[in-house]
């Protein structure tokens, strides 16, 4: 009787190895398409607006001029009621 074991001109134990080998190209195979896929669909750079970045919205580079000393506290309030009349209140106190 013959077995996988066996040197004698059989297979051996190497063909054992055979399906892990394929096991890992088909995961592979996955993986990499999976990724991409997602990667497709935008990923970490997901877009607001069309097109805009999500961190590019008005109101956070009028929140960012603000933090970095660029515009002082009266002009902030006054370009942010003219954005929240332009484009509406986005927050949870705003009617849409």
Known sequence: MQTLANWDGGPGPWILF???IWAAV???AVTLLRRTGRRGRGGPWRT???GR?????PL????RRFASGEIDEDEYWRRLSVLEEQFGRTGKG???
């Open 18 to 20: 055979f399906p892990l």
């Open 26 to 28: 088909v995961i592979g």
């Open 48 to 50: 607001v607006d069309g």
């Open 53 to 57: 970045p999500a961190g590019d919205s």
């Open 60 to 63: 956070a580079v009028l929140g």
């Open 94 to 96: 705003g009617a849409a």
